[in-house]
């Protein structure tokens, strides 16, 4: 359900309260029928409520204050809508190069554990991934990384090339062989996420400092933090968690000051998604007291009492036999 929708029907409902007082020899009282969709006055309300939310979102920039936004490999202070600095935060190069002895053990295992092809077909793709495997093999040492590191992503490859062999032998493969693997090169691919995480956080506080003293000490108790981009990792985000940390609250978590916005790709939509959750929010508690109800189901509280009514779906549908044709 897209979010407008409950605040539509809230604001609706408090404009709407004002015609209890008002002179009803004024208003027709609709009689009853069998309407399929709705009437007109119901949907002039609507049509009200959003041009009132619309409204109050465009001129929401102008109010927001300090904002830091994380947008385009930088970290950038916004105030009232309006940018004032911007600090480049580049992603490491040994950040992808690392990601890429992740991505290989992904491809392989993606790969064995397909059930619809035939083994010449896979032994086809392996040589392929074999071949290419030991070139990157071959560039390890020359990767600008801690030589303890560089061992351990050495044996990283030799476990994964070893599997890719291994298989090459094998009519069918076990999911055993494959979590035998996973439980290998775990502690090896942590290894690299542990180095590639260090890099790029020294980076973004490099430049964290710098935003940071362009913020009065006002500013610093009640500054924002956004963070937007297309579908990616939500839970445990590296920029946000970070954001976290530097608004001074430290739990690495979305919250009030924290926001994370996912598909969304350019500065405007982000400007418009920031507005619309601090019109939101701050609708939301003067409603409910509770500034992130409207970013749950408004129904969900009431879903959740009746459901508890209902018996285990084996007694609900106890007569409902299952099909024998599971293929219509």
Known sequence: MNRLYPLIMILSLIINSSFCFADKGKYQTPKQSQQTKLSESFTAMNTLARKALHEVIRAEPQQ?????VSEAGALKLFRNG?????FPIPTPLEYHQLKVFGHMTLALVTQLQRNDWT?????????????????????????????????S?????????????????LKSISQELIRSYGQKIVPLLNDGFRYSAQAHIDII?????????????????????????GRGARVDNLILQYLSWLVGEGTGKESLRVIFSEGITDAKQAQSALARYSVETRIADLIFSIPQR????????ATRDYLKTFPKVSEAFADVPPTKNPTQ
């Open 153 to 169: 992503q050495s044996l990283l490859i030799r476990e994964t090339l070893n599997l890719a062999h291994k298989v090459q032998k």
């Open 64 to 68: 927001l204050g300090a904002v830091i």
């Open 294 to 301: 409207l970013y749950r189901d408004v129904l969900g509280d």
């Open 119 to 151: 083994k010449e077909a896979r032994d086809a793709w392996l040589e392929s991934f074999l071949l290419t495997g030991y070139q990157v093999q071959n560039e390890l040492t020359h990767l600008n990384i801690p030589r303890k590191l560089r061992v």
């Open 82 to 86: 309006k940018q004032v600095a911007s």
């Open 205 to 229: 506080h490099k430049q964290g400092r710098a935003l940071y003293a362009l913020l009065s000490e006002e500013e610093r108790q009640t500054v924002r933090a956004y963070n937007y981009g």
